[in-house]
């Protein structure tokens, strides 16, 4: 059960980071703020600030291209989500729920990236990894010569 709690605060941190730096992200705030308030039993208001004060370190990051602000960000919600989540069991579900409202029609439409790989090699069986992706290769001709 501790391994699906933990897949879910990082799906739920992933998802507010991205939203955090989206469009959509003050149709978002106030559920996220009332999602963590409920938990905590701090002030709504409280935690929207804090949530607008890591927005704004995000987009700015963002800009810079600075990557490590984002690592940071991600691990601290995670941890929050982590502990909301081991405190209520009730939360997951709510979270969960949250998270499609988040990937619903209201949230930014997801870009679709075309890739194109060239591996020199042959290979029956392997692994490619590049960022943001992970794909299974599997029986490809990877433009290298053949075996024999």
Known sequence: ????????????????????????????????????????????????????????????????GDEETRTEALAEWRGRM??????DPAAAAELRALLDELEGPSAEPRQAVRIHNTVSGVTQNGTLIQIGTIGRVSDVNLGGPQAG
């Open 1 to 64: 059960m501790e391994a699906e709690l933990v897949a879910l605060a990082s799906a739920g941190a992933a998802a507010l980071v991205q939203q955090m730096v989206g469009e959509a992200w003050e149709q978002a705030r106030g559920r996220v703020a009332e999602f963590f308030a409920r938990r905590s039993g701090r002030d709504v208001a409280v935690i929207d600030g804090e949530l607008e004060e890591a927005r704004v370190e995000l987009v700015e990051a963002e800009r810079s």
């Open 82 to 87: 982590r502990r909301a989540l081991r405190n």
